[in-house]
């Protein structure tokens, strides 16, 4: 959470920050600020807001800011309140460093003690002002910044990123990383450094991931790295990003989340295109020889994961299991890690995550790894923390996403985990070639499916319209559509703040059915599967209470239909692809349910893209 960026070189640092912070808001946009030295006056200026970047940018209209070195923060609050005092950057007692922040600095209370002691004064509440002033005490001292910041941070815990510089070297950032994620952007005369590549591709496509406990020293010519963990100068290569800029632009459409639906088909065509070259084949690049013979070998799978990532968890282990016939359960990974898991070298886990930086999962990973467990990352943006660490990564191919709330990464990681349990069937042998061949077949139609389901989507739109008031919705699945309920709920809850609640449908009479009356929508998930019958006496039961069905269905359903308030029908499929297709139709409801009610449906009230603080 908190997107941090930096820069140094020929141009005006402003413009640099701020287009920079605008693809960074995602993570967090309660406040933003910035601090540069101008190049005239020889200054630090320091100016910071609170609330969306907007009224930043709107405040930085009444300055003519002429700078070459420049800091700036997109903000999601952890110690204090979003304020113009607790946004970032933040300033030592000297006034001369300036930092952001982004990440936890735990024993920020026993430090700030000691500094007040000192007589050092604090003007915020934050936990980053304590690490500024801590440098700024060390700087006082040996009048080097870089040996500040590696002192300082030696003495401070948890998990952060900072960039900073003092406006007596006004030609140098430091940036350092400790598990919350920092990509250097290399460019001619000039370089750039930020929390992901997404701030970083209108100007560079070379960038240097850091590693953790990486300390650089970066100017407009050169970049030097110094470890901690080894205490050494190190080298680290660049590599090159392949994102499009426009994935990271709204194209026309009114907000990412609905560019994002709408890219699905695409997103569907990339991953079939990279991992299923051949009829009966699947491939996937990343995973070498002794990965494949671990894949083996393995007796049981963990899939763990948060928020929408867990949902795909929750299909892929459906589909791991009916075709592996390993055991696999499925976990959040705040309740994994800290559970004490029972784990060893025959143990897979899976790490799903869209940004690689969620901090419970991180801390997951790290616990699986500790237990010997073989460890597989299932994530989307390339280079990051997890993808790093784990023992072996498949990337989702997405895009870039910037919507907080998911959609086409949801879609990728569902893809990407079914295509992982028919490899797995296939290497373990507990598929025919003949059936995987078929399932294949039936997968490189979902595009065009998917393609279908948006076609028809503003059927939908009807649907929204008549229950946007309402304040609580009920969402019903079986199988591989129960994570579809859940997503589905999970969608509507985070972009229009109403309740929503996803049930398994077996589990209604055990609770929910006690909601039911005429003013409570149902939204039924009910296409063609094994346990259809069973979903439409779910749908009587709730109709038998004078509720409000709306049904996801499949094509030819007739009865359905009849009984549903709305009815939305998807393709035919077999049903364990079926979670691709129904959640399209829900996620649009979502949209559209929070459009209607005036949200903000990309950065909807307290949410942030990527959560890094536990
Ligand atoms: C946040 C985001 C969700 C996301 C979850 C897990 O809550 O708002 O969209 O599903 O984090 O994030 P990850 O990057 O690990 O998939």
Same mark, same amino acid.
């Given at each position: 959470?908190?997107?941090?960026?930096?820069? *140094?070189?020929?141009?005006?640092?402003?413009?640099?920050?701020?287009?920079?912070?605008?693809?960074?808001?995602?993570?967090?946009?309660?406040?933003?600020?910035?601090?540069?030295?101008?190049?005239?006056?020889?200054? /630090?200026?320091?100016?910071?807001?609170?609330?969306?970047?907007?009224? /930043?940018?709107? $405040?930085?209209?009444?300055?003519?800011?002429?700078?070459?070195? !420049?800091?700036?923060?997109?903000?999601?609050?952890?110690?204090?309140? &979003?304020?113009?005092?607790?946004?970032?950057?933040?300033?030592?007692?000297?006034?001369?460093?300036?930092?952001?922040? =982004?990440?936890?600095?735990?024993?920020?209370?026993?430090? $700030?003690?000691?500094?007040?002691?000192?007589?050092?004064?604090?003007?915020? #509440?934050?936990?980053?002002? *304590?690490?500024?002033?801590?440098?700024?005490?060390?700087?006082?001292?040996?009048? $080097?910044?870089?040996?500040?910041?590696?002192?300082?941070?030696?003495?401070?815990?948890?998990?952060?990123?900072?960039?900073?510089?003092?406006?007596? @070297?006004?030609?140098?950032?430091?940036?350092?990383?400790?598990?919350?994620?920092?990509?250097?952007?290399?460019?001619?005369?000039?370089?750039?450094? +930020?929390?992901?590549?997404?701030?970083?591709?209108?100007?560079?496509?070379?960038?240097?991931?850091?590693?953790?406990?990486?300390?650089?020293?970066?100017?407009?010519?050169?970049?030097?790295?110094?470890?901690?963990?080894?205490?050494?100068?190190?080298?680290?290569?660049?590599?090159?990003?392949?994102?499009?800029?426009?994935?990271?632009?709204?194209? !026309?459409?009114?907000?990412?989340?609905?560019?994002?639906?709408?890219?699905?088909?695409?997103?569907?065509? =990339?991953?079939?295109?990279?991992?299923? &070259?051949?009829?009966?084949?699947?491939?996937?690049?990343?995973?070498?020889?002794?990965?494949?013979?671990?894949?083996?070998?393995?007796?049981?799978?963990?899939?763990?994961?948060? !928020? %929408?990532?867990?949902?795909?968890?929750?299909?892929?282990?459906?589909?791991?299991?009916?075709?592996?016939?390993?055991?696999?359960?499925?976990?959040?990974?705040?309740?994994?890690?800290?559970?004490?898991?029972?784990?060893?070298?025959? @143990?897979?886990? *899976?790490?799903? %995550? #869209?940004?690689?930086?969620?901090?419970?999962?991180?801390?997951?990973?790290?616990?699986?790894?500790?237990?010997?467990?073989?460890?597989?990352?299932?994530? =989307?943006?390339?280079?990051?923390?997890?993808?790093?660490?784990?023992?072996?990564?498949?990337? %989702?191919?997405?895009?870039?996403?910037?919507?907080?709330?998911?959609?086409?990464?949801?879609?990728?990681?569902?893809?990407?985990?079914?295509?992982?349990?028919?490899?797995?069937?296939?290497?373990? $042998?507990?598929?025919? &070639?003949?059936?995987?061949?078929?399932?294949?077949?039936?997968?490189?139609?979902? &595009?065009?499916?998917?393609?279908?389901?948006?076609?028809?989507?503003?059927?939908?739109?009807?649907?929204?319209?008549?229950?946007? %008031?309402?304040?609580?919705?009920?969402?019903?699945?079986?199988?591989?559509?129960?994570?579809?309920?859940?997503?589905?709920?999970?969608?509507?809850?985070?972009?229009?703040?109403?309740?929503?609640?996803?049930?398994?449908?077996?589990?209604?009479?055990?609770?929910?059915?006690?909601?039911?009356?005429?003013?409570?929508?149902?939204?039924?998930?009910?296409?063609?599967?094994?346990?259809?019958?069973?979903?439409?006496?779910?749908?009587?039961?709730?109709? +038998?209470?004078?509720?409000?069905?709306?049904?996801?269905?499949? @094509?030819?359903?007739?009865?359905?239909?009849?009984?549903? @308030?709305?009815?939305?029908?998807?393709?035919?499929?077999?049903?364990?692809?079926?979670?691709?297709?129904?959640?399209?139709?829900?996620?649009?409801?979502?949209?559209?349910?929070?459009?209607?009610?005036?949200?903000? *449906?990309?950065?909807?009230?307290?949410?942030?893209?990527?959560?890094?603080?536990?």
């Amino acid at each position: 959470m908190c997107g941090i960026i930096g820069y *140094v070189g020929y141009r005006n640092t402003v413009p640099v920050l701020i287009t920079g912070l605008e693809r960074l808001e995602y993570r967090g946009y309660d406040s933003a600020g910035i601090a540069c030295v101008d190049h005239q006056k020889d200054g /630090l200026i320091l100016i910071k807001e609170k609330g969306k970047l907007g009224v /930043l940018k709107e $405040k930085l209209g009444d300055f003519a800011i002429e700078a070459h070195i !420049g800091i700036g923060h997109t903000r999601w609050a952890t110690h204090g309140e &979003p304020s113009r005092a607790n946004a970032h950057p933040h300033v030592d007692a000297s006034g001369k460093i300036a930092l952001v922040h =982004n990440g936890i600095l735990e024993n920020y209370a026993a430090v $700030k003690s000691i500094l007040q002691k000192k007589r050092v004064r604090f003007l915020s #509440q934050t936990d980053t002002e *304590v690490g500024v002033n801590l440098i700024g005490a060390y700087y006082r001292k040996t009048g $080097k910044l870089f040996d500040a910041v590696k002192r300082a941070v030696q003495e401070l815990h948890g998990y952060f990123a900072f960039v900073l510089f003092s406006k007596e @070297d006004p030609e140098t950032l430091i940036a350092y990383k400790r598990s919350n994620p920092l990509v250097i952007g290399l460019g001619q005369g000039e370089n750039f450094v +930020a929390s992901d590549v997404t701030a970083l591709i209108p100007y560079t496509r070379q960038v240097i991931y850091l590693e953790d406990e990486d300390l650089a020293v970066i100017t407009a010519q050169k970049i030097s790295v110094y470890s901690l963990k080894t205490k050494t100068w190190v080298k680290r290569h660049p590599t090159t990003v392949h994102w499009d800029v426009s994935q990271a632009q709204k194209q !026309g459409f009114p907000h990412f989340m609905l560019k994002e639906m709408y890219e699905q088909p695409e997103v569907l065509k =990339n991953i079939l295109a990279k991992r299923t &070259p051949g009829s009966g084949e699947i491939f996937f690049d990343t995973l070498d020889k002794k990965f494949q013979k671990r894949l083996r070998e393995i007796e049981r799978v963990s899939m763990i994961s948060c !928020g %929408t990532a867990y949902h795909a968890g929750l299909v892929g282990a459906i589909a791991l299991e009916q075709y592996t016939r390993l055991p696999c359960r499925t976990q959040v990974s705040s309740e994994f890690r800290y559970g004490d898991p029972i784990l060893n070298t025959k @143990d897979l886990v *899976v790490l799903i %995550t #869209q940004s690689g930086e969620t901090a419970d999962t991180l801390a997951a990973l790290r616990e699986a790894k500790a237990k010997g467990a073989a460890t597989l990352a299932v994530v =989307n943006v390339v280079g990051s923390t997890i993808a790093r660490e784990a023992d072996a990564v498949i990337y %989702t191919h997405a895009g870039p996403e910037i919507g907080v709330a998911s959609t086409k990464a949801y879609i990728a990681q569902l893809a990407t985990l079914l295509l992982l349990a028919f490899y797995m069937a296939k290497i373990r $042998k507990t598929i025919s &070639p003949a059936d995987l061949k078929e399932l294949l077949r039936e997968f490189k139609k979902m &595009p065009q499916h998917c393609a279908r389901v948006l076609k028809d989507i503003k059927k939908f739109e009807s649907c929204a319209e008549k229950h946007y %008031t309402r304040r609580n919705f009920l969402y019903l699945g079986r199988g591989c559509n129960y994570p579809t309920a859940l997503e589905g709920a999970l969608k509507l809850k985070e972009i229009s703040y109403a309740h929503a609640h996803g049930y398994a449908a077996g589990e209604m009479k055990h609770g929910p059915i006690a909601l039911i009356d005429h003013e409570q929508p149902v939204i039924c998930i009910a296409p063609e599967s094994k346990t259809y019958d069973k979903m439409i006496s779910n749908v009587q039961e709730i109709l +038998a209470r004078d509720g409000i069905v709306i049904a996801i269905g499949t @094509d030819g359903q007739k009865d359905l239909k009849k009984m549903a @308030d709305d009815f939305f029908a998807i393709p035919r499929v077999p049903e364990i692809l079926s979670a691709i297709l129904t959640v399209i139709p829900l996620q649009f409801l979502a949209y559209k349910i929070a459009v209607l009610n005036g949200r903000d *449906v990309d950065q909807p009230r307290n949410l942030a893209k990527s959560v890094t603080v536990e």
